[in-house]
């Protein structure tokens, strides 16, 4: 559902050493606002200054009035950060949306229905869910937010390998083939039940990753209160290669979707959030939930 919005200020939040040209974007964005939008609105250009800035700078801005609108233009990466702070500033009429700059744009090209600077001189503002993962089992556990997916294991690495490498079909299986060998399996303690071993175990808000690898063929999964659980148990190399050659190829098909999943960690995993790399300690209860309609966005 969307509903037409106004907005008193539009906060551009970018990286000024983008590879993805963000500060020319991000300008772009500026006049193209000035030219469409059919009511004044202050319209601010915010660079960032150091990693994990982007968090800051957008708390800072949800907090700043009621009709605000923090655009993020960067990669899923930097949209992540952005979220975040949104999300800390606990204003619920802030807006936030993201223009694709960078490596890694998979968010913004799964859900996005129309040019960015369209939808927000139309104000057409909607919401959708969000993942929420809480590392510790007491009410003040940290708990932090992903747009699209977190991940842990081989499926989150060999994509972020894939973003992160060439073009074209062989080049892309000679980065599957280089992250394969490298990878080793992790052992979690699911809620309720015994050790296990994976391979990969990814939570997905969206179908894809990495432009190329399709993890679910779910519809509406951006916003029906659930998300998709990609298991990969512990098997054979050259099971967990074919796999993964699959999610690249022509997809993992139907997946389980849930509104939470938990487990214990055994020892200290790394795990991707929105293509960010972050780890959780041992003996840590993770638990991964869905957070409906938790973002209002638009594009």
């Keep these: 559902m969307t509903t037409a919005r106004t907005f008193e200020s539009i906060v551009i939040i970018f990286n000024p050493n983008s590879t993805g040209d963000a500060p020319t974007l991000a300008e772009q964005l500026r006049t193209e606002l000035g030219e469409l939008l059919p009511y004044a609105a202050e319209i601010r250009l915010q660079p960032t200054a150091h990693a994990g800035h982007a968090v800051e700078l957008a708390r800072d801005a949800a907090r700043t009035g009621r009709d605000v609108l923090v655009v993020s233009v960067s990669g899923d990466g930097g949209y992540n950060e952005v979220v975040n702070g949104v999300m800390q500033a606990a204003n619920p009429h802030a807006v936030c949306a993201v223009l694709a700059a960078g490596n890694a744009n998979d968010h913004s090209r799964i859900i996005a229905t129309q040019p960015l600077e369209r939808a927000i001189a139309a104000g057409a503002v909607r919401k959708i869910d969000l993942l929420r993962i809480i590392k510790g089992a007491t009410a003040d556990a940290p708990a932090e937010y992903a747009h699209s997916y977190i991940g ?32 080793k399996p992790f052992e ?61 190829t022509q997809g993992l098909g139907h997946q389980p979707s849930v509104s939470s999943y938990a487990f214990t960690t055994l020892k200290p995993i790394p795990y991707q959030i929105d293509g960010e790399v ?16 938790a973002l209002a966005t638009l594009g």
Aim: proline fraction near 4%.
């Design 152 to 183: 842990f294991g081989l499926t989150p690495v060999m994509a972020i390998d894939l973003e992160k490498g060439s073009k074209g079909a062989l080049k892309e299986m000679f980065s599957v083939m280089r992250t394969f060998s490298k990878f």
């Design 188 to 248: 979690i303690r699911p809620t309720e039940g015994k050790r296990q071993k994976f391979d990969s175990l990814v939570f997905a808000n969206i179908a894809e990753m990495a432009k190329y690898a399709t993890l679910s063929e779910a519809d509406n999964q951006i916003s029906d209160g659930k998300f998709e659980v990609v298991i990969f148990p512990h098997r054979s190399k050259f099971q967990i290669l074919l796999t993964a050659l699959r999610a690249a």
């Design 278 to 293: 972050k780890s959780v300690e041992a003996h840590t209860r993770v638990t991964i939930e869905s957070a409906p309609a």
